[in-house]
């Protein structure tokens, strides 16, 4: 069955500073997406970024980068340089391509990122 | 207006109210999404529909009704709620391509039944 575990529930990170959010899924189909939703507390998921199974590069997006690792099921978020703004929960999402349940979104219990000034 | 909107935006109603939310996405999107988030649990996905017709109902009870008149429009229909149906509940919307798209959410409903 299809999964998304974020082993984070927490993390603290200095402002200006680097932070890794880890994410690991696991699906026996060939092909899917990996997504990163950010939530403040204002409640909105914003889409942060998007890596598709057979993307060669690992997607970046301004401050976001995502490090996919295809063999070992990876696909942890990169915050460069993070900001006050950034302290938010954060989601891993895995949309499935085929099967009944394609276009659906999978999502992990998310990561609490708190940022100190 | 761009995105997803929803509303309203707060909600607070007893066991025996009838209530609607509403979503509307102005993306030209054609499947739309409910969503319930109670504190503490992973997004739960309740109603899919495509190009207005459900496609999935996720075991969700009866109380909660969908009904998309069009590709634009969402509702969610309450009724005889119970207080662990109190959280947050998100709309989505994901345009025809299943393999490329991206789900867009609005700013969701904050639901507290008493």
């Known amino acids: 069955a299809q999964k998304i575990t974020q082993t984070q529930p927490g993390m603290f990170v200095q402002e200006k500073e680097a932070v890794t959010l880890d994410c690991t899924y696991d699906t026996s189909d060939p092909s899917y997406g990996l997504f990163w939703y950010k939530q403040p507390s204002s409640g909105e998921m914003i889409f942060l970024i998007y890596?598709?199974?057979?993307?060669?590069q690992n997607a970046t997006e301004g401050r976001y980068s995502l490090n996919f690792q295809k063999a070992r099921k990876s696909a942890n978020l990169v915050i460069s340089a993070s900001q006050l703004g950034d302290s938010a929960m954060y989601f891993c999402a895995m949309r499935m391509n085929y099967g009944g349940s394609q276009g659906n979104l999978i999502f992990g219990k998310g990561t609490k990122l708190s940022v100190k000034p | 207006e761009t995105g997803v909107t929803q509303t309203p935006r707060h909600l607070v109603m007893g066991m025996t109210n009838k209530k609607s939310l509403k979503c509307e996405q102005h993306l030209g999107h054609n499947a739309m999404y409910w969503y319930k988030q109670s504190a503490k649990k992973p997004l739960e996905l309740m109603f899919v529909y495509n190009f207005k017709e459900q496609t999935e109902n996720n075991s969700v009870p009866s109380r909660f009704s969908p009904e998309c008149p069009n590709s634009s429009h969402l509702f969610l229909h309450l009724h005889t709620l119970q207080p662990e149906d109190s959280a947050l509940y998100l709309c989505?919307?994901?345009?025809?391509?299943?393999?490329?798209?991206?789900?867009?959410f609005g700013p969701g409903t904050r639901l507290l039944v008493l």
């Open positions: 989505a919307s994901r345009g025809a391509a299943v393999s490329s798209e991206t789900q867009y």
């Open positions: 890596q598709g199974s057979y993307d060669q």
